[in-house]
């Protein structure tokens, strides 16, 4: 016994575009949005492989787990939102606790190098590190934001 398979030709679509080129709308904030993850993770290497170079995989492990900020979308309904703009809009990723990441960032250059000036004392280093993450996690938000 045979199964004929019929080949119907979809229906013109009528009063719609054409089908384009670009991924559907539900698929092209998931690639976006796996790049961003990604530069989440990019940008600190690069930054502790061109700055921090002698304790190079610490400073990605820190600044990686600053990405723990983004708790704060568990506040915000719907958690996630591709089209929304996390900056000004989650409480950790406003001005006020952007200033305190700057804060993180440039005290412990002040106030926590070691007593023969050789560089950082050890957690002073980790909370300059902490705030850098802080404040690149920032920027690569804010970037998100632009585009
Ligand atoms: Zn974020």
Do not use: D, G, L, T
């Given at each position: 016994m045979y199964h004929t398979l019929t080949l119907t030709p979809r229906p013109a679509r009528r009063g719609r575009a054409p089908i384009r080129l670009a991924p559907d709308a539900s698929f092209a904030p998931s690639v976006a949005a796996m790049i961003h993850i990604a530069l989440h993770v990019i940008v600190p290497l690069l930054v502790a492989l061109a700055f921090?170079?002698?304790?190079w995989r610490t400073a990605t492990a820190i600044m990686i787990a600053t990405m723990l900020v983004d708790a704060d979308h568990l506040l915000a309904d719907p958690i996630y939102d591709p089209h929304r703009c996390s900056i000004g809009f989650h409480p950790l990723h406003t001005l006020p606790a952007i200033g305190v990441y700057a804060a993180l960032f440039v005290l412990p250059l002040a106030i926590g190098r070691k007593a023969d000036g050789q560089g950082l004392h050890r957690t002073a280093r980790a909370v300059h590190l902490v705030g850098l993450g802080l404040l690149i996690h920032m920027a690569l938000d804010g970037i998100d934001c632009l585009v």
């Open positions: 921090y170079r002698p304790r």
